[in-house]
């Protein structure tokens, strides 16, 4: 356990930081760490003083407004939940006498005008229609699709390999990611619901077959140069977008496309969920609510519509 010498006396930021080394290292991805050593950063510069003793209800209501002042709500609430879990440690170490976290406020700057996340059906074609996929080499164009097709991850896209695709079964095995944040190489995946076969339209399985015949098994098709940058291929990604005259999305947004998509066209959650490779349906519905309820709305005019025909 995470302890000090002086119970109770020790700086909440310096037990945080011995908390995320003994608990969160090496058991979570590198992306979420990062995201534990930011929320470090913040309660160092908010809170250097603050001393584990001292840490009460007021006093963590306060740490979290100070964040608030320039955060929104749904970032403060992770900020929260990222503590919490230190926190409660320390209650049952008794080096905080009571839960100092029980019935906080979660606050936040107003939200920023939020871009458009996905496109629907007709604006999706647009799009494909503006893609050169002519040529017989693997270009960022084959990306975009088959990433519009499969509501992959970025990272799980750029960690295929031929080997991955069963085209005479029409079925693309998602077991990897590749780390472009990091010195490249192989990673697993986000959880192990990421893992998972995903069927492919035979449209699809044609233009891969001849695309992959030339690549060696195990080389990722998508491995283009030393280096590979989410912005390269978001760039490619809006000049499509601007071309065709349609919303500005981004590579993730194209992941939300297939899924909006699939659910208004009467797939289950669960089938999506499975499909996008998420932890439960719960991830999927909180995600996508906003569809799920127009979807719901619709719903309700048809089972109106079936019982007035019942007089």
Same mark, same amino acid.
């Given at each position: 356990?995470?302890?000090?010498?002086?119970? *109770?006396?020790?700086?909440?930021?310096?037990?945080?930081?011995?908390?995320?080394?003994? =608990?969160?290292?090496?058991?979570?991805?590198?992306?979420?760490?990062?995201? =534990?050593?930011?929320?470090?950063?913040?309660?160092?510069?908010?809170?250097?003083? #603050?001393?584990?003793?001292?840490?009460?209800?007021?006093?963590?209501?306060?740490?979290?407004?100070?964040?608030?002042?320039?955060?929104?709500?749904?970032?403060?609430?992770?900020?929260?939940?990222?503590?919490?879990?230190?926190?409660?440690?320390?209650?049952?170490?008794?080096?905080?006498?009571?839960?100092?976290?029980?019935?906080?406020?979660?606050?936040?700057?107003?939200?920023?005008?939020?871009?458009?996340?996905?496109?629907?059906?007709?604006?999706?074609?647009?799009?494909?229609?503006?893609?050169?996929?002519?040529?017989?080499?693997?270009?960022?164009?084959?990306?975009?699709?088959?990433?519009?097709?499969?509501?992959?991850?970025?990272?799980?896209?750029?960690?295929?390999?031929?080997?991955?695709?069963?085209?005479?079964?029409?079925?693309?095995?998602?077991?990897?990611?590749?780390?472009?944040?990091?010195?490249?190489?192989?990673?697993?995946?986000?959880?192990?619901?990421?893992?998972?076969?995903?069927?492919?339209?035979?449209?699809?399985?044609?233009?891969?077959?001849?695309? #992959?015949?030339?690549?060696?098994?195990?080389?990722?098709?998508?491995?283009?140069?030393?280096?590979?940058?989410?912005?390269?291929?978001?760039?490619?990604?809006?000049?499509?977008?601007?071309?065709?005259?349609?919303?500005?999305?981004?590579?993730?947004?194209?992941?939300?496309?297939?899924?909006?998509?699939?659910?208004?066209? *009467?797939?289950?959650?669960?089938?999506?969920?499975?499909? #996008? *490779?998420?932890? +439960?349906?719960?991830?999927?519905?909180?995600?996508?609510?906003?569809?799920?309820?127009?979807?719901?709305?619709?719903?309700?005019?048809?089972?109106?519509?079936?019982? +007035?025909?019942?007089?």
């Amino acid at each position: 356990m995470v302890r000090t010498s002086s119970k *109770g006396t020790e700086l909440f930021c310096s037990y945080y930081k011995s908390w995320i080394t003994v =608990y969160k290292e090496g058991a979570i991805r590198p992306v979420t760490m990062n995201k =534990y050593y930011m929320t470090l950063s913040w309660l160092e510069r908010l809170a250097p003083d #603050l001393r584990l003793q001292d840490m009460t209800r007021i006093a963590y209501q306060k740490l979290l407004n100070d964040y608030a002042e320039f955060h929104e709500k749904q970032t403060t609430m992770d900020f929260h939940h990222q503590l919490k879990g230190a926190i409660l440690d320390a209650v049952d170490e008794r080096l905080i006498e009571r839960d100092p976290t029980r019935k906080a406020i979660i606050k936040g700057r107003t939200p920023k005008h939020k871009k458009q996340k996905f496109l629907n059906q007709f604006e999706l074609h647009k799009l494909i229609a503006d893609l050169d996929l002519s040529g017989s080499s693997v270009t960022w164009d084959w990306l975009i699709l088959l990433v519009a097709k499969t509501g992959m991850r970025f990272s799980e896209a750029l960690g295929l390999t031929p080997k991955d695709f069963d085209l005479r079964h029409q079925m693309l095995s998602v077991n990897k990611t590749w780390d472009y944040k990091g010195c490249g190489g192989f990673l697993p995946t986000k959880n192990k619901s990421s893992v998972r076969k995903i069927p492919l339209d035979w449209q699809t399985v044609i233009q891969f077959t001849s695309l #992959l015949k030339d690549i060696p098994e195990e080389r990722p098709i998508f491995l283009m140069g030393d280096s590979i940058y989410n912005s390269t291929v978001n760039g490619i990604l809006r000049r499509h977008c601007e071309h065709s005259e349609i919303p500005v999305i981004t590579i993730h947004g194209l992941r939300h496309t297939h899924a909006s998509l699939l659910l208004f066209a *009467g797939v289950s959650i669960a089938s999506v969920a499975r499909r #996008l *490779g998420h932890a +439960s349906m719960t991830t999927t519905q909180k995600i996508y609510l906003h569809i799920i309820q127009e979807l719901e709305n619709k719903d309700i005019d048809l089972v109106m519509r079936s019982l +007035s025909g019942l007089s």
